[in-house]
């Protein structure tokens, strides 16, 4: 089973109090997956929405997952604080959650990409159980996601709570499953709204499905887009490209192609740029 993860962001962005987002930014990670990409906001983003003197506690740096519970429910997405065990966070991830976690960064052998620090800090952890004993972490410190072992985890979050039970932060719309999504064939194609007869702005969406939920934004009458991949997904045809660096689908019934069957040269630059030839 395959969930939407979407892109990770990074605390350390150039924004205000960029070095004590890791909490808001662990939520920004958490609120892309858990809508499919269709809400993407960055951690500084986050972080603007609750002014410093209005937080849980001003005097101490970063959040706390309660100032990230403000934070969603302004945004009107669900998201809860639960407290609980360990048991409880990892029945979590299997029920396709993503959950924010607070613990002790001195418990990561390898460290936190922050070769400074070693204090409290702030994870985002995806679903999905490959049965090899790990979880897939999304430390806002580091420049990518990577697999971590539980007990790791564990040892983590229990340091932080001091023998108490955990609280952990969770958002409650189970994250997009692509497990039913199949590329069929990479191909470069430049298209236009259609049909030709009738033209309308068509919109494109973060996930191959038909829902309003998944759209982000639309192509304009006369706008021509190129797309690089054939997509089946959910019984219809898509077409995979990018926009505003976020990697979007076109139902290919709501567009007309420049070139039936694409344009050769389009579709060559593509093929030498993957195969690493040409000029």
Same mark, same amino acid.
């Given at each position: ?31 892309? %997956? ?29 959040? @706390?997952?309660?100032?990230? #519970?403000? *934070?969603?429910?302004?945004? /009107? ?13 990892? %029945?979590?991830?299997? @029920? ?9 960064? !001195? ?6 990409? @922050? *070769?400074?620090? #070693? ?9 999905? !159980?490959?049965? !090899?004993?790990?979880?897939?972490? +999304? ?8 697999? &971590? #072992?539980?007990?790791?985890? /564990? +040892? ?9 039970? $955990? ?28 049909? /030709? ?22 192509? &304009?009458?006369? =706008?021509?887009?190129?797309?690089? *991949?054939?997509?089946? *997904? ?7 490209? &990018?926009?505003?660096? =976020?990697?979007?689908?076109? $139902? ?12 050769? %040269? ?8 993957? +195969?690493?030839?040409?000029?």
């Amino acid at each position: 089973m395959i969930f939407f993860e979407g892109t990770h962001r990074r605390q350390l962005d150039g924004s205000p109090l960029a070095s004590e987002n890791c909490t808001p930014t662990s939520g920004a990670n958490g609120l892309r %997956a858990s809508s499919g990409g269709r809400l993407d906001k960055s951690g500084g983003e986050l972080r603007a929405l609750i002014p410093k003197d209005k937080e849980t506690d001003p005097k101490t740096p970063g959040w @706390s997952l309660g100032d990230l #519970k403000r *934070a969603m429910d302004g945004l /009107k997405v669900p998201y809860k604080n639960k407290p609980g065990t360990w048991a409880d966070v990892e %029945a979590t991830l299997r @029920s396709g959650l993503f959950v924010v976690l607070q613990g002790d960064s !001195d418990q990561f052998p390898g460290g936190t990409c @922050s *070769a400074n620090f #070693k204090g409290d800090h702030c994870v985002g952890l995806h679903p999905g !159980d490959l049965g !090899d004993g790990t979880w897939l972490l +999304a430390d806002p410190l580091c420049p990518s996601r990577r697999r &971590e #072992k539980r007990e790791v985890l /564990k +040892a983590y979050a229990e340091k932080f709570a001091k023998g108490k039970k $955990l609280t952990f932060g969770v958002f409650t719309t189970p994250v997009p499953q692509e497990d039913d999504m199949k590329i069929t064939a990479i191909k470069g194609e430049d298209w236009t709204p259609g049909p /030709k007869d009738a033209p309308a702005r068509r919109p494109f969406r973060s996930l191959p499905e038909r829902t309003n939920e998944a759209i982000v934004g639309h192509i &304009e009458i006369g =706008q021509i887009v190129r797309t690089i *991949a054939e997509v089946e *997904a959910g019984g219809e045809k898509w077409r995979l490209t &990018e926009i505003g660096g =976020q990697s979007v689908y076109l $139902l290919r019934s709501d567009f007309d192609p420049l070139f039936q069957g694409g344009d050769p %040269a389009v579709d060559k630059k593509l093929s030498d740029y993957i +195969a690493r030839t040409g000029g």
